[in-house]
């Protein structure tokens, strides 16, 4: 079987992750896998597999998951510590007919109680430190049954005790039924549960595919993205597919990662947005471990011009790019654009692309009030395609209240140049009066400060635009340099400095701009 085959498939017929391994082993049984860790579930197999060994060791956890008694349509939580065995276990779970649903690592424990009760009696497929988390969590009412990946604890199954169970023949689950169940960032409260099915993960690799064939050569992909993120499947599939060797990485650390891709030299990078600022550093490594990459990319969350310049200008390799796609859990890829090494540093970080041709999303602009969207008077962004995900589970209306047919509105605000690229000012709840764009402020200012790693721009307890920063290594900011960089900016406070650590964050690093606002109110509440 042909990559392309596989591919034509699975826009057929749907992307079911459990058999995936099994079509990336028919398409090249040889391809590597390599891991910057070893895997929880199945310690013995080492950091370094092959696409065929993949595929049988997912063969033999969904045996192991029919032993502890998994059946089809039961949902299976996966709830562990960061490992690529997750997505392992992801693939077993849907290969014997369960629905997948994936929780972050970084929920806490009254969260996961929360979702859980939303879910319906699910097994909790977890591990001792995550139960160790959940001491105080009720699982024996709000769950079928705990199976473990590797230590046994009491009440609980082991998969380790299950090695060798007899294999089951694959069970595949209709193709709009669903598939995984993935978990909004949580930014504003609670996070939802997003329903994939089989058809929408599929339509979602339709631009991708494009992408990686900017690659003429069977070079490495590094991944650096959440295990549970409904990226982590398109990333997984597109390049298991496409026959790429895969660097699958756990640690985000730069000198971790420098090492890596000095080892691997990495010809194509997946990673998140404020992964990529932290790595900015490695730009002036005399290791070059940048050099070979000819494609950055990222999803996620719009990434600073000033960062895609210095990574693009620390590659060796002519014609490099950085592929930045705006979209989000509920709607997949929804447009994208390219920068280039010598003019990433004037781009407009706002501009976040146009819609991709053939068969994509399609993009519109609704207005707020009446008027035409525009520069100074943004609308609602709204994205339309097969894509979209099927429901928020155990919150319909929730869902509905989002979709008008087939257009979906994004909570962000923005507008369409007469050339049709798409800017992005501004999440709605995250709107400032007076304020054009935190965002575009954050891009600016970024640029001209080097010594600043973030800078969040939220509601003072005002409702002014009050500026939080941090800086390298948490040194003091000097104000004069600071005020020269805001001067085009007279809506900003004071800015108020806190170390990096203290900055919420969801579990694809984005900053919980409302959880920091409540910082800075509550602190203004507080007695003298």
Same mark, same amino acid.
């Given at each position: 079987?042909k990559?392309?085959?596989?591919?034509?498939?699975?826009?057929?017929?749907g992307?079911?992750?459990?058999?995936?391994?099994?079509?990336?082993? /028919?398409?090249?049984?040889?391809?590597?896998?390599?891991?910057?860790?070893?895997?929880?579930?199945?310690?013995?197999?080492?950091?370094?597999?092959?696409?065929?060994?993949?595929?049988?060791?997912? $063969?033999?956890?969904a045996?192991?998951?029919?032993?502890?008694g998994?059946r089809?349509?039961?949902?299976?939580?996966l709830?562990?510590t /960061?490992?690529?065995?997750?997505? =392992?276990? /992801?693939?077993a779970?849907?290969?014997? %007919?369960?629905v997948?649903?994936?929780l972050?690592?970084?929920?806490?424990?009254?969260?996961?109680?929360?979702?859980?009760?939303?879910l319906? @009696?699910?097994?909790?497929?977890?591990?001792?430190?995550?139960?160790?988390?959940?001491?105080?969590?009720?699982?024996?009412g709000?769950?079928?049954?705990?199976?473990?990946?590797?230590?046994?604890?009491?009440?609980?199954?082991?998969?380790? &005790?299950?090695?060798?169970?007899?294999?089951?023949?694959?069970?595949?689950?209709?193709?709009?039924?669903?598939?995984?169940?993935?978990?909004?960032?949580?930014?504003?409260?609670?996070?939802?549960?997003?329903?994939?099915?089989a058809?929408? @993960?599929?339509?979602?690799?339709?631009?991708?595919?494009?992408?990686?064939?900017?690659?003429?050569?069977?070079?490495?992909?590094?991944?650096?993205?959440?295990?549970?993120?409904?990226r982590?499947?398109a990333? =997984?599939?597109?390049?298991?597919?496409?026959?790429?060797?895969?660097?699958?990485? +756990?640690e985000?650390?730069?000198?971790? !990662?420098?090492?890596q891709f000095?080892?691997? +030299?990495?010809?194509?990078?997946?990673?998140?947005?404020?992964?990529?600022?932290?790595? &900015?550093?490695?730009?002036?490594?005399?290791?070059?471990?940048?050099? *070979?990459?000819?494609?950055?990319?990222?999803?996620?969350d719009?990434?600073?011009?000033?960062? =895609?310049?210095?990574?693009?200008?620390?590659?060796?390799?002519?014609?490099?790019?950085?592929?930045?796609?705006y979209?989000?859990?509920e709607?997949?890829?929804? !447009?994208?654009?390219?920068?280039?090494?010598?003019? #990433?540093?004037?781009?407009?970080?706002?501009?976040?692309?146009?819609?991709?041709p053939? %068969?994509?999303?399609?993009?519109?602009?609704?207005?707020?009030?009446?008027?035409t969207? *525009?520069?100074?008077?943004?609308?609602?962004?709204e994205? #339309?395609?097969?894509g979209?995900?099927?429901?928020?589970?155990?919150?319909q209306?929730?869902?509905?209240?989002?979709?008008?047919?087939?257009?979906?509105?994004?909570?962000?605000?923005?507008?369409?140049? +007469?050339?049709?690229?798409?800017?992005?000012? $501004?999440?709605?709840?995250?709107?400032?009066?007076?304020?054009?764009?935190?965002?575009?402020?954050?891009?600016?200012?970024?640029?001209k400060?080097?010594?600043l790693?973030?800078l969040? !721009?939220?509601?003072?307890?005002?409702?002014?635009?009050?500026?939080?920063?941090?800086?390298v290594?948490?040194?003091?900011?000097?104000?004069?340099?600071?005020?020269?960089? !805001?001067?085009?900016?007279? @809506?900003?406070?004071?800015?108020?400095?806190i170390? @990096?650590?203290?900055?919420?964050?969801?579990?694809?690093?984005?900053?919980?701009?409302?959880a920091?606002a +409540?910082?800075?109110?509550?602190q203004?509440?507080?007695?003298?």
């Open positions: 079987m990559g392309s085959v596989a591919y034509r498939s699975i826009q057929k017929r992307l079911h992750i459990g058999l995936l391994p099994e079509m990336a082993a /028919a398409v090249n049984p040889s391809t590597p896998i390599t891991l910057d860790h070893d895997l929880d579930v199945l310690p013995e197999a080492g950091r370094h597999l092959t696409v065929a060994q993949y595929a049988e060791y997912v $063969d033999d956890l045996a192991r998951l029919w032993a502890a998994v089809p349509d039961e949902r299976v939580v709830f562990k /960061a490992n690529a065995d997750h997505w =392992m276990l /992801a693939a779970v849907s290969r014997i %007919g369960g997948v649903v994936n972050s690592p970084a929920l806490d424990a009254e969260t996961v109680a929360v979702l859980l009760e939303r319906d @009696q699910p097994t909790l497929l977890t591990d001792g430190t995550k139960l160790d988390l959940l001491a105080d969590v009720p699982l024996a709000l769950t079928r049954r705990v199976i473990t990946s590797a230590d046994h604890r009491p009440g609980s199954v082991s998969l380790t &005790e299950l090695a060798g169970s007899p294999r089951v023949k694959p069970v595949v689950r209709p193709i709009d039924e669903a598939a995984v169940i993935t978990h909004t960032s949580g930014t504003t409260g609670i996070p939802k549960l997003v329903v994939h099915t058809r929408t @993960q599929g339509i979602r690799l339709l631009p991708q595919w494009r992408l990686l064939s900017l690659m003429r050569k069977k070079e490495t992909v590094a991944i650096n993205v959440p295990f549970v993120h409904s982590m499947v990333a =997984m599939s597109l390049a298991l597919l496409k026959e790429y060797p895969v660097l699958l990485m +756990r985000t650390g730069p000198a971790e !990662v420098a090492e000095i080892k691997h +030299r990495p010809a194509f990078i997946e990673a998140l947005p404020n992964s990529f600022m932290e790595w &900015e550093e490695l730009a002036d490594d005399p290791r070059s471990p940048f050099g *070979s990459v000819k494609v950055f990319s990222s999803t996620f719009a990434i600073h011009p000033g960062t =895609m310049s210095r990574l693009l200008k620390a590659s060796d390799r002519r014609g490099a790019l950085f592929f930045q796609i979209g989000q859990s709607v997949g890829p929804a !447009v994208g654009r390219a920068y280039f090494r010598n003019s #990433a540093h004037k781009a407009n970080g706002r501009c976040v692309g146009w819609a991709m053939n %068969g994509a999303a399609r993009i519109r602009v609704v207005s707020r009030d009446g008027h969207p *525009s520069e100074t008077n943004p609308g609602y962004i994205v #339309a395609w097969d979209i995900a099927k429901t928020y589970l155990g919150e209306d929730r869902y509905d209240t989002n979709r008008s047919g087939e257009w979906w509105r994004t909570g962000d605000v923005g507008y369409r140049t +007469r050339f049709g690229c798409l800017h992005m000012l $501004d999440r709605e709840v995250d709107m400032i009066p007076g304020v054009r764009s935190s965002l575009e402020i954050e891009d600016v200012v970024l640029s400060l080097s010594e790693t973030e969040v !721009v939220v509601p003072g307890p005002n409702s002014e635009a009050l500026p939080v920063i941090c800086t290594d948490d040194k003091p900011l000097d104000r004069n340099r600071w005020r020269a960089a !805001v001067v085009e900016f007279p @809506q900003l406070t004071e800015p108020v400095q170390p @990096q650590a203290e900055l919420p964050r969801t579990a694809t690093l984005k900053v919980q701009r409302l920091l +409540r910082r800075f109110e509550e203004l509440r507080e007695p003298v």
